[in-house]
C-alpha cells in the first residue's frame, strides 16, 4: 500500500509539474511585456530597422537573398547599446555539399565583446555534422525537408549582439536566404546566462585518449548538450562497432575523476544495443549510415539540466566493441587490438570484448556561460574542417 501511494503520489507530482509548465507558456503567449520590441534581419531589411524593410525594387521581393564572396564576411544581424533575444535562427542556400557546409562559419558577438561566443560551421551548428542534411526534428533544431536550417535556441543579450556569416571557401556564396528573428528592450534577470557554441575535430583521435566534447571552460554556467559527428577508421577496425565510450562530465574541479558518467555511447543519447536512424527532441541520430560507416547524433540536456560553478568539462572514450559478426576482417588481416582498460594490452581477438581505438570524431557544443566570451581555442582552419569528408 505504502509503495502504490508513494508511486501515486510521484505520478500525480510529474502531472502537476507538466500541468504549470504548460500554463507558464500558455501564459507566456496573451501576455504583452512592456517596452519588447519585434524585429527581423533578413535580406529585405538588413538591419532590421523600423519601417525600414522591403524597399527594393517597390518592395516587390528586390532583396530576397546577399551574397557573401569567397573570403568575405557578411554581418546578418546587429543591434547596439540595447538589451534583447535572438529567438530564432533561418537560412538556406544553394551549394550544401559537405566542403561548403563546413566552409561557411557563423560567429555571434554578444554585448560588443571583441571574441566570438558562437564559432562553428554553419552545417555543424545547425544540428548535424559532416556536412550532412537530412530531415529532422529537434528541441533546438530542425530541417523540415533536407534542404534548410532552423536554430530556435533562446540568446540573451544585455547592451547589444552581432551575428556574422563567414565565407572561407573559394566560391562565391551568391545567395544567402536568411531571417534573424529577435526582440529589444527584453528585460533579463541579474544571473542571465550567454549563449555559446564550440565546435572542434579530432582526425585521427589519439587512442586511450578520451575526446574532448567540450574542453575545460572557466566561469559559471549551463551545458546544453552538443551534436557529434563519427567517421569510422574502417581501414584498421573495418565494420567493427565503435560506440562503447561512455560520456564523463567533469564539473566544479572535477580533475581524475568525473561527478557524471555515462554507460556507453548509444546509452548517452537514449537508445540501446547499437545505433539506428531516429530524431527525437531531446536526442537523435540523424544519420546512421552502415555502409559508409558514419554517424550522426545529438543529446540535449533540457529536462536535465547540467548546472557548474567553476569550470565543465565533457569527454567520450574511444572505445569499440569486438563481436563474431564483425571479427574475420580483423583476424584475416592480422590486426593487433588493445583491450580497454589501462595500458596497451593486446586482446585476444577470437574472443568477443570491448578495445581501445581511434576514429575521426568531431562536434559541436551548446552551453550559457555567465560572460560573453570564453576560454576556449578558435576554431580549426577550413582546410582541417573540411579534410576527408
Given amino acids: 500500500m505504502r509503495q502504490n501511494y508513494k508511486f501515486a503520489t510521484s505520478i500525480f507530482l510529474v502531472f502537476t509539474s507538466m500541468i504549470f509548465a504548460q500554463t507558464a507558456f500558455a501564459q507566456s503567449l496573451y501576455e504583452m511585456p512592456q517596452g519588447v520590441e519585434s524585429r527581423v534581419a533578413s535580406g529585405e531589411n538588413p538591419t532590421g530597422e523600423k519601417g525600414k524593410g522591403g524597399q527594393v525594387n517597390g518592395g516587390r521581393k528586390g532583396a530576397a ?3 557573401v564572396k569567397a ?18 535562427i533561418w537560412m538556406t542556400f544553394p551549394d550544401r555539399t559537405p566542403e561548403q557546409l563546413r566552409s561557411y562559419k557563423i560567429e555571434m558577438y554578444w554585448d560588443g565583446a571583441a571574441r566570438p561566443a558562437v564559432s ?3 552545417g555543424d551548428f545547425f544540428g548535424i555534422g559532416l ?7 529537434s528541441a533546438f533544431f530542425s530541417d523540415p525537408e533536407g534542404r534548410s536550417f532552423n536554430c530556435s535556441i533562446p540568446m540573451p543579450f544585455k547592451a547589444g549582439m552581432k551575428i556574422v556569416m563567414v565565407n572561407e571557401s573559394k566560391t562565391d556564396l551568391g545567395e544567402l536566404f536568411y531571417d534573424v528573428d529577435y526582440t529589444l528592450g527584453d528585460k533579463h534577470a541579474a544571473n542571465m546566462l550567454y549563449f555559446h557554441a564550440h565546435y ?8 586511450q585518449k578520451d575526446y574532448e566534447i567540450l574542453p ?12 557529434i ?4 577508421n574502417t581501414k584498421e577496425y573495418f565494420n567493427t562497432w565503435w560506440g562503447e565510450g561512455e560520456v564523463k562530465m567533469y564539473l566544479d574541479g572535477d580533475r581524475d575523476l568525473p561527478t557524471i558518467a555515462g554507460t556507453g555511447t548509444e546509452d548517452y543519447i537514449g537508445t540501446a544495443w547499437g545505433q539506428g536512424k531516429f530524431a527525437n527532441l531531446y536526442q537523435g541520430s540523424p544519420v546512421a549510415d552502415e555502409k559508409t560507416m558514419r554517424w550522426c547524433f545529438y543529446r540535449y540536456h533540457v529536462a536535465d539540466p547540467i548546472y557548474f560553478y567553476r569550470d565543465a568539462r565533457i569527454t567520450m572514450q574511444q572505445i569499440g566493441y569486438l563481436a563474431p559478426h564483425s571479427r574475420e576482417d580483423i583476424v584475416k588481416n592480422n590486426r593487433t587490438l588493445y583491450r580497454a582498460g589501462p595500458g596497451l594490452v593486446p586482446m585476444d581477438t577470437s574472443k568477443d570484448g570491448k578495445f581501445e581505438r581511434s576514429d ?30
Fill in 65 to 67: 537573398t546577399v551574397p
Fill in 71 to 88: 573570403g568575405e564576411s557578411r554581418v546578418l544581424a546587429e543591434a547596439t547599446n540595447t538589451s534583447g533575444m535572438v529567438r530564432r
Fill in 120 to 122: 562553428a560551421p554553419v
Fill in 131 to 137: 556536412g550532412q542534411r537530412v530531415q529532422f526534428e
Fill in 200 to 207: 572542434r575535430r579530432e582526425n585521427p583521435t589519439t587512442i
Fill in 216 to 227: 575545460r571552460v572557466e566561469g559559471r554556467g549551463r551545458y546544453l548538450g552538443t551534436n
Fill in 229 to 232: 559527428g563519427v567517421i569510422v
Fill in 360 to 389: 575521426d570524431w568531431s562536434s559541436c557544443v551548446y552551453f550559457y556561460l555567465d560572460k560573453p566570451t570564453n576560454n576556449l581555442p578558435p576554431i580549426d582552419s577550413v582546410e582541417k574542417r573540411t579534410a576527408g569528408l
